[in-house]
């Protein structure tokens, strides 16, 4: 089975939230059930020097986009046994950040083409194409107005995985003809029209050949309006089309046995877990207390991850003995508000305000308790991550949060965590507090520790969905 990811980012080379782990891992899981998957990313600034010198020259050759005819750069990467081909082009790709550009829709359309456009020059025809997310949405488009009659590309099928559905891509009409070699045949509401504009992640939706969402909550959750971004219309249109899988994490990435990047490696022991904490208060100038429990979050600071819930409670919170670490970066009002209340409560609380791998792994592995109020949530991989570490989450019950985690059942000794249902913040605060006051009973909270590290969320079972998705397609097609 030949599978080809196409995708933004993908961990270790690019990563700014939950995507690129997936793309980091997902692929490598799929190896090992049998299933060929190659992955395309383009070739960012920031990738990694380590890995931009292994890069190996595969071809060249030009887009076209309207008028422009743009270099196209293939550079090649094994890496744990994956083929991993970059998309060079520094004009698009040379710049700081991944995303946020005035010009993201040319760039990514752009990718779209150039990924259509070098398979046959690679020598390789996937039978399926599984995108990502709304940068790599117009591709099923791209393949069915422009390629399927070339007969390399007649068979093959699309797969488009909605990772958030709250980010869409929405252009100017006038990138139709300009940049995506379309007729105005295509602005109306069954394909890519969508209140004047054109939307990208609606065009992965209209075209290609399978759904899917990150948790089998998040699936059903789209399908209402309070959830379906104004795309619920399609998404119920095309619902037997949709399915809902579950994310998984690389549990031998995030292993506290042997992260490289935590103080102290541990297994099922909650003694070397503390020295974690005692190294990290050091670190972060904190009260070095071993019976403080210490709250984190590691989080993009916008309005999905339930930041404005913290907010309102926050001062509150500040009444109980604890400590507050926050890994993370957003927007601005947010930012400055941890700021503040760090400088009013510098013995209690840390914000770090920037994005860090490594640090991120010292606060998981370093904390008792990981918040995340989200007032919407696809999977959630920070939790997953959280629960490996033994570190209990606080969540809403919310799309893969409702999933992964299970409350605390005091009668009967089971759950992995604690949770709430409504997005209400002193629900939140209550649920927080009922934690508290567990974490004072070392007993019961050994308990908790152990489920937490025994909740399978390797990919083991999910890639397997994946691979029946697959097969079926594939089967579907055939004569
Ligand atoms: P999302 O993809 O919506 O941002 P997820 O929970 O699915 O949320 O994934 C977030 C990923 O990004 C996790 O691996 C988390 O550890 C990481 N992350 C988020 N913020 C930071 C940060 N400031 N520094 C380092 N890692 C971060």
């Not at 890995?51 to 030009?62: A, D, F, G, R, V």
């Not at 083409?113 to 039978?127: E, G, R, S």
């Not at 089309?241 to 994490?249: H, R």
């Not at 592995?365 to 007032?375: H, I, N, T, Y």
Request: charged residues 25%; glycine residues 6%; proline residues 4%.
């Amino acid at each position: 089975m030949r599978i080809l990811f196409v995708a933004t980012e993908g961990s270790p080379f690019a990563k700014s939230g939950g995507l690129g782990d997936v793309i980091g891992s997902l692929p490598y899981a799929l190896n090992k059930q049998n299933v060929e998957v190659r992955v395309i990313l383009p070739k960012y600034e920031s990738m990694p020097s380590y890995y931009k010198e292994q890069l190996k020259k595969k071809c060249h050759m030009t887009v076209n986009l309207g008028w422009r005819n743009q270099y196209c750069g293939v550079e090649e990467l094994e890496y744990k046994g994956i083929h991993y081909y970059f998309i060079d082009n520094e004009y698009y790709f040379k710049r700081p950040d991944h995303y946020g550009y005035y010009d993201d829709g040319e760039r990514f359309a752009f990718f779209n083409h150039a990924v259509l456009k070098v398979l046959p020059q690679l020598d390789y025809c996937p039978q399926i194409i599984h995108a990502h997310d709304w940068h790599t949405g117009m591709l099923s488009v791209f393949l069915k107005a422009h390629y399927a009659h070339i007969p390399f590309y007649k068979d093959m099928k699309t797969i488009f995985t909605i990772h958030n559905l709250k980010y869409q891509g929405l252009f100017p009409r006038s990138i139709l003809e300009d940049l995506l070699h379309l007729s105005q045949d295509y602005f109306t509401a069954d394909k890519l029209e969508f209140y004047g504009q054109i939307n990208s992640m609606k065009a992965g939706l209209v075209y290609s050949d399978l759904i899917t969402t990150v948790s089998k909550t998040y699936a059903q959750e789209i399908k209402y309006p309070f959830f379906g971004e104004k795309l619920d219309p399609i998404l119920n249109a095309r619902k037997e089309s949709l399915y809902g899988i579950v994310n998984g994490i690389d549990d031998q990435d995030y292993n506290p046995r042997t992260d490289q990047s935590i103080y102290v490696n541990y297994a099922e022991c909650r003694k070397k877990k503390c020295e974690n904490k005692l190294n990290l208060q050091q670190a972060l100038g904190l009260p070095v207390r071993k019976d403080v429990p210490m709250l984190a979050m590691i989080t993009r600071l916008v309005e999905q991850k339930g930041v404005d819930l913290l907010i309102h409670i926050f001062e509150e919170l500040m009444e109980e003995d604890i400590q507050f670490v926050l890994l993370g970066t957003g927007e601005r009002y947010y930012e400055d508000y941890f700021k503040h209340m760090m400088a009013k409560y510098p013995h209690k609380v840390v914000s770090n305000i920037l994005f860090d791998e490594n640090m991120s792994r010292k606060i998981y592995a370093g904390s008792d308790l990981f918040l995340m109020p989200s007032r919407f949530e696809p999977c959630g991989l920070s939790q997953l991550i959280a629960l490996r570490y033994g570190t209990i989450p606080i969540v809403r019950e919310t799309g893969g949060l409702k999933d992964t985690v299970l409350s605390y059942n005091t009668s009967t000794g089971e759950g992995n965590g604690f949770s709430f249902a409504n997005y209400n913040a002193h629900d939140f605060l209550y649920t927080i507090r009922r934690a508290l006051n567990i974490y004072k009973n070392p007993k019961t909270w050994d308990d908790i520790f152990l489920n937490a590290l025994r909740s399978d969320f390797s990919w083991e079972h999910s890639s397997k969905e994946y691979l029946e998705l697959y097969q079926n397609l594939i089967n579907e097609s055939r004569p």
